[in-house]
């Protein structure tokens, strides 16, 4: 008789989109189960942790497996982008990024959430699943045995492979990674970025003593070419990397890069996570930080349907999270690719340097909400510089209005890990809806907006409920924004 065990969320895979998913629902008191394919540690490239990684670590109370094994804290980088001349940047410029063993970090990783109570399968191969009346039931091969796994969620962080090329639309154009490894004596103990007319090149050392160096090409290159010819001719034209093209890389490897999204991430409480959902442009070095905390935004989503049963409300935050996840990433990526000093006259660049999306065989509702936000984002006018103390003075008396164009609507917000409605603010001059102003909510200060005349009233009569400093901070920012107007005499 197959063995059957019940859970609340059931993972598939142990990357960090899945083992942090997992970490946090185990803190908010659920049952999870994690089913992982390979043993660990496994061989794993992507080792460069951007900076805004350390705060999820401490979110999750895990920042010790950051300092716990010999990785490399605090590199300088010399960078070659938007001139052809060297920039060194400091690593206090950069920010606090980590190159990591990302086999000996997942593995951490994943006895930190068994230590936490998560129930683990590994190796096991997750084989099928099925809708019940009440969630899900899942087949698992662990050996020889054949396990059934009961669970209100699916949340599938297998990676690339939790999804088929049918089910993506590309949001960038393909580009070829070519990769290899020289002794990290023989390099700078820096990372090195620079754009090529071929291509950009990104190196680093590695925890284990070895510099990596990454070509990202496109596909046409390899047309006629070895790829080690490819990797030469990229390096022939580079400043920071001819060390490595003249002591040659023997074991070259290469891959496609798709960047891309799911057409459908959340499907009667199936979710995708990490590169299940969306992948991004390498150019970022972003990768781990988003998949991480993309899965936090998830677990907001699943914590809501287990406790309040707002099914609705829990899919569209979770769905307007990777729609904002992947338009705002991409339109940056161009954007970056733009400044390049190869320019438009290379192919590689002018194709990479506008919002890129592709058409899949189905136009979903998800895909369709998605692709209105590769529209060109409206110029912004030049920040005005605000002198807080003279223009409080001049406009303390002035009579002031509530913008025409601002528009209230209701929109899920997080409060104590679960979505609440909440009555947010739009307006063209914000990026953005928005609900709250430095942890304030803002439409009960609008709506009193409504029956006060002059500037310094308002901020006298937001006092009696915040300190002064910032009743006065956010009527300068929604006089700043338009949102409060001065009337016209």
Request: net charge negative; hydrophobic share 40%; with cysteine.
């Amino acid at each position: 008789m197959t063995p059957q065990h019940t859970t609340d969320v059931l993972i598939i895979g142990a990357g960090p989109a899945g083992t942090c998913a997992a970490l946090r629902l185990l803190s908010l008191g659920h049952k999870v189960a994690l089913t992982e394919s390979e043993p660990f540690p496994r061989p794993q490239i992507g080792e460069s942790l951007s900076p805004g990684i350390r705060n999820i670590f401490d979110y999750l109370e895990a920042s010790h497996l950051l300092n716990q094994r010999n990785y490399l804290h605090q590199l300088n980088a010399q960078v070659i982008w938007d001139t052809t001349a060297v920039q060194t940047f400091s690593a206090a410029q950069r920010g606090p990024g980590i190159m990591v063993d990302r086999g000996l970090l997942d593995k951490d990783l994943l006895s930190l959430a068994v230590e936490r109570g998560l129930q683990l399968y590994q190796p096991a191969r997750f084989e099928s699943c099925r809708q019940t009346d009440t969630g899900w039931q899942s087949q698992l091969r662990q050996e020889t045995q054949l396990l059934t796994i009961n669970s209100r969620f699916i949340l599938d962080a297998r990676g690339r492979r939790g999804n088929s090329m049918q089910d993506r639309v590309l949001t960038a154009p393909p580009t070829v990674a070519i990769w290899g490894h020289l002794p990290a004596h023989l390099m700078p103990g820096d990372t090195l970025i620079e754009a090529t007319k071929k291509g950009w090149i990104w190196g680093s050392p590695t925890p284990d003593r070895q510099f990596r160096t990454i070509t990202f090409i496109d596909p046409k290159e390899l047309k006629g070419n070895t790829v080690s010819l490819t990797f030469s001719n990229v390096l022939s034209e580079s400043r920071l990397f001819q060390v490595v093209r003249n002591n040659g890389i023997q074991d070259l490897q290469t891959c496609t890069v798709f960047t891309y999204a799911h057409t459908s991430p959340w499907q009667d409480n199936y979710l995708r996570l990490g590169e299940a959902a969306f992948s991004l442009d390498p150019l970022s070095s972003t990768g781990v930080e988003k998949a991480m905390r993309f899965s936090l935004q998830a677990v907001i989503a699943i914590n809501t349907i287990l406790k309040t049963g707002q099914t609705n409300l829990a899919q569209a935050f979770y769905e307007d999270n990777m729609i904002t996840s992947v338009s705002s990433h991409t339109h940056w990526t161009s954007n970056y690719y733009a400044q390049a000093w190869p320019g438009q006259e290379h192919a590689f660049w002018r194709e990479r340097s506008v919002p890129f999306i592709g058409q899949p065989d189905t136009a979903t509702a998800f895909y369709n909400r998605l692709k209105d936000k590769f529209a060109a984002p409206k110029e912004k006018g030049p920040d005005r510089q605000i002198n807080v103390q003279q223009e409080l003075q001049r406009l303390w008396h002035e009579q002031v209005r509530l913008s025409p164009a601002l528009i209230f609507r209701e929109t899920p917000c997080v409060v104590d890990d679960i979505l609440q409605l909440r009555t947010a603010i739009q307006h063209p001059n914000l990026e953005r809806e928005i609900a709250y102003l430095e942890t304030v909510e803002i439409s009960p200060l609008l709506s009193m907006a409504h029956n006060i005349t002059t500037f310094g009233d308002i901020v006298q009569e937001w006092s009696r409920l915040l300190p002064f400093e910032q009743a006065v901070r956010i009527a300068f920012f929604l006089w700043d924004k338009d949102i409060l107007c001065e009337t016209a005499s």
